[in-house]
């Protein structure tokens, strides 16, 4: 079980964290352009994340593997 409250807790940590991070860019955002360039701002991350997530799975696809 020690396994599983450690993963939760650094699990909660980043989105926390994540979730501050981003409070002061978006507020900025929002008072400037309106709060639909805050959720365009929003949405970049994990797009970006999916792109990286598949770029690396497209890359081990395609190399050639080791054992056999």
Known sequence: AGAVTQTFAVLSVAFLSGAAAGSAPA????????????FLLAAVPPALAAVIVAVTMVRRVAAPS???
Not at 30 to 37: D, I, N
């Open 27 to 38: 507020g900025l955002v929002v008072q400037a352009y309106g709060p639909s360039w805050a």
């Open 66 to 68: 080791a054992a056999g």
